[in-house]
Nanobody, 124 residues
Framework: QVQLVESGGGSVQAGGSLRLSCAAS????????MGWYRQAPGKQRELVAT???????NYADSVKGHFTISRDNAKNTVSLQMNILKHEDTAVYYC??????????????????WGQGTQVTVSS
């Protein structure tokens, strides 16, 4: 019903940059918050950054100042610009979106959807 497709992962040396993108498609009425999470080997999934439909952002302390999240509401996309990457940024990055769907005429529900994940590897 709703798909989130990520792109832009890869391998980079420490100090380099990558840009992740995520596009949502399907029977979408609207999208509330969108965000990026990551999971490193042996660790729990953690929040990286979120952005509301109004553009308010929230970042994990570990990425403040060198990651920037942005979105295009018209295109249902969210991006994550990652600069000054560190080895500890290595993880699988997941896009997430809180999507509002029409469950039946006049009735709406909000559901969390996830992308398939994209690998980011930073070599030191």
């Amino acid at each position: 019903q709703v798909q989130l497709v990520e792109s832009g992962g890869g391998s980079v040396q420490a100090g380099g940059s990558l840009r992740l993108s995520c596009a949502a498609s399907g029977s979408i009425f609207s999208i509330n918050a969108m965000g990026w999470y990551r999971q490193a080997p042996g660790k729990q999934r953690e929040l990286v950054a979120t952005i509301t439909s109004g553009g308010s952002t929230n970042y994990a302390d570990s990425v403040k100042g060198h990651f920037t999240i942005s979105r295009d509401n018209a295109k249902n996309t969210v991006s994550l610009q990652m600069n000054i990457l560190k080895h500890e940024d290595t993880a699988v990055y997941y896009c997430a979106a809180d999507v509002v769907l029409t469950t039946r005429p006049g009735t709406y529900g909000t559901y969390r959807y996830w992308g398939q994940g994209t690998q980011v590897t930073v070599s030191s």
